[in-house]
């Protein structure tokens, strides 16, 4: 096998976002690259995997050790300037990746974060994985801070979907939603905050009032969005907005970890409300 051109057939890969393809070719080529002695080729290809898994939000430990294993590499022996781009890449990977663990941990402790999304996924509620940069550039583009609560999810979760546990009980036992999916933090999907049918839409489309962020909806098909509400200083509460009933405006939780925390399976509806189906 040319591990060179193998190599240039995953870059061509990963410029046309077919990741499976390219993420494949990747990991059949590293251990190729490390038996051949090829210490160029096992930097740039250990380094290129690295970032392609980072940008899709998997195996962070892994990514850890390939960088590792590149930076070590890379000081054993003398390299043209050629790679220095890489390994600067790689220290920032690095830096993040760090970052990534230092803040595990933070919220959401009594919850299984692994097992938080359904296995059926809707691609209009995933996006890229969140990282630092792109949440500043998401705060900036908004005008907003994120909950720390809300950014810590969608980058130890995953960026968005549909989950496991999607009923939230109203106050009082007075009934209870259901969430269709959660926004991801982003520009490109459909459903991200900043995507296509973003707070905006809802606004300038359906006339929704300007309460704060939309960061959820309902199987209503748009006539009720789960907001975070800003309009009181402080961290944002979560709270239901309703069209068909005059916009009006349920508060759910005071905040957007109460939310999560809150929210209920089928069966644990079934023990809360007896006509629960």
């Not at 939000?57 to 003398?78: I, M």
């Not at 009181?232 to 957007?256: C, H, K």
């Amino acid at each position: 096998m040319n591990i060179d051109q193998q190599f240039r057939k995953s870059l061509y890969y990963l410029d046309k976002g077919k990741e499976r393809e390219a993420l494949k070719t990747l990991e059949t080529i590293l251990p190729l690259a490390k038996q051949a002695e090829k210490n160029v080729a096992t930097i740039q290809i250990s380094i290129v995997l690295a970032h392609a898994l980072f940008l899709r939000g998997e195996r962070f430990t892994y990514c850890q050790k390939l960088l590792h294993d590149a930076l070590e590499l890379s000081h054993e022996e003398w390299f043209d300037d050629m790679l220095d781009e890489e390994i600067q890449q790689a220290k920032k990977l690095v830096a993040e990746i760090e970052q990534y663990f230092a803040e595990t941990g933070q919220y959401f402790q009594a919850i299984d974060l692994e097992q938080f999304w359904a296995d059926v996924q809707d691609k209009s509620y995933r996006d890229r994985y969140p990282t630092k940069q792109i949440v500043h550039q998401i705060e900036q583009h908004l005008t907003i801070q994120l909950p720390a609560s809300y950014t810590y999810l969608m980058r130890h979760a995953g960026n968005g979907g549909i989950p496991r546990r999607y009923h939230f009980p109203l106050p009082n036992q007075n009934g209870y939603i259901t969430i269709q999916g959660f926004m991801p933090i982003g520009f490109e999907a459909p459903n991200a905050i900043c995507g296509t049918y973003a707070t905006q839409f809802w606004q300038q489309e359906w006339q929704y009032p300007n309460v704060g962020l939309v960061i959820a909806d309902t199987p209503s098909g748009g006539h009720e969005l789960i907001f975070l509400d800003y309009r009181s200083p402080g961290e944002p509460a979560v709270v239901l907005v309703d069209q068909e009933n005059d916009f009006a405006i349920t508060p759910l939780a005071a905040n957007f970890e109460a939310f999560i925390c809150g929210l209920k399976s089928d069966a644990e509806m079934a023990h809360l409300f007896p006509e629960f189906d």
